[in-house]
């Protein structure tokens, strides 16, 4: 029987709950070499069994998984899709049951051997938040993954979810490849058990806590072809950043990527964003899912060069 320790803090820790308690052993597949055609589709969704859970002293609760190797389209834009979870009490989940965990312009992008790939790199986790009563403390907690994409049908255009080796004889792990961008439900849902290798798929538990993500030094160099920002994050292990932009300042969106450590500078293709003026700023989180935001800052619009003046200008020269 393993015994646990742990030193004394006033600091609360986060509680993760998966199939193997060192979440760093999931390194395979999803950063590189042989992907044993482990991907997260439209039609093939994975499910885990974890046990039920304590949740004394928790705020929060997060389900994620761990995904790596997003494909790109041959101008190296991502390959378009989303990937969602799902939690319940047993090995079926409603159609309506999905939460947001990612889209394939996030996921770090699969390297290619005589290319160089913007946004490539090692797998990262992704995390939906959900209702802390939609985890269970008395019974198993089945987690599903997948895509309502239909990008995503094989290993050539979807990510591949990371995995590590466990032995154990329990039947905790199934693949549906019966789906068709639906979470698997139904008597067959746990359709192909998978022994041994575990799909990098967990329960984070986030205690309540008084920590801060603080934003400063936010600026960003604006010319007609691409707007060049920098800041810098400061908190507790920092999780990523990334930039928002609106026209109101009160309704924000994401735009670009994450950047998941220091220095933290992001390009944005001028071409791509609005040609009026509009509001930027940049964003963190942490590992307790604190976010942070710096003061906005006012992007002009850019500077229309059309054919009447292209015209009036050939005039004058006349």
């Known amino acids: 029987m393993a015994a646990f320790a742990q030193e004394s803090s006033k600091y609360p820790p986060i509680r993760y709950v998966s199939q193997i308690s060192d979440l760093g052993a999931y390194f395979m597949y999803a950063n590189?070499?042989?992907?044993?055609?482990?991907?997260?589709?439209?039609?093939?969704?994975w499910i885990v069994k974890l046990p039920p859970v304590k949740k004394d002293g928790i705020e929060k609760a997060y389900i994620g998984a761990k995904l790596g190797r997003a494909k790109t389209e041959k101008d190296f834009s991502p390959v378009e899709g989303k990937i969602y979870a799902a939690v319940s009490d047993r090995p079926s989940f409603s159609s309506d049951a999905g939460y947001f965990l990612a889209s394939g312009e996030d996921i770090p992008k699969e390297p290619l051997?005589?290319?160089?790939?913007?946004?490539?790199?090692?797998?990262?986790?992704?995390?939906?938040?959900v209702p802390l009563s939609r985890i269970s403390g008395e019974k198993d907690n089945y987690i599903a993954i997948w895509s309502q994409s239909d990008n995503f049908v094989s290993s050539k255009t979807s990510p591949i979810i990371a995995a590590g080796y466990k032995e154990g004889e329990e039947e905790d792990v199934w693949?549906?490849?019966?789906?068709?961008?639906?979470?698997?439900?139904?008597?067959?849902?746990?359709?192909?058990?998978?022994?041994?290798?575990?799909?990098?798929?967990?329960i984070k538990l986030v205690p309540k806590n008084e920590f801060k993500v603080i934003i400063k030094n936010f600026s960003a160099e604006v010319s007609d072809s691409n707007i060049v920002a920098s800041f810098n994050v400061?908190?507790?292990?920092?999780?990523?950043?990334w930039l928002e932009m609106s026209y109101d300042k009160f309704e924000?969106?994401?735009?670009?990527?994450?950047?998941?450590?220091?220095?933290?500078?992001?390009?944005?293709d001028r071409k791509a964003l609005p040609q009026d003026f509009f509001y930027l700023r940049a964003a963190g989180r942490d590992i307790y899912e604190n976010n942070g935001y710096s003061k906005e800052i006012k992007i002009p619009a850019a500077v229309k060069k059309s054919a009447e003046n292209d015209q009036e200008n050939l005039t004058e020269q006349k």
Do not use: C, M
């Not at 400061?234 to 950043?241: C, E, F, L, P, V």
């Open 32 to 45: 590189g070499g042989f992907h044993a055609d482990w991907y997260v589709g439209y039609n093939n969704s």
């Open 113 to 129: 051997e005589n290319e160089s790939v913007p946004g490539a790199g090692e797998s990262r986790w992704f995390w939906a938040s």
């Open 175 to 202: 693949l549906n490849r019966s789906i068709k961008g639906v979470p698997p439900s139904g008597p067959g849902a746990a359709e192909t058990p998978i022994s041994g290798i575990k799909p990098a798929i967990a």
């Open 234 to 241: 400061i908190g507790a292990d920092i999780q990523k950043a």
């Open 252 to 268: 924000w969106q994401k735009i670009g990527g994450y950047i998941y450590q220091p220095p933290y500078f992001i390009s944005l």
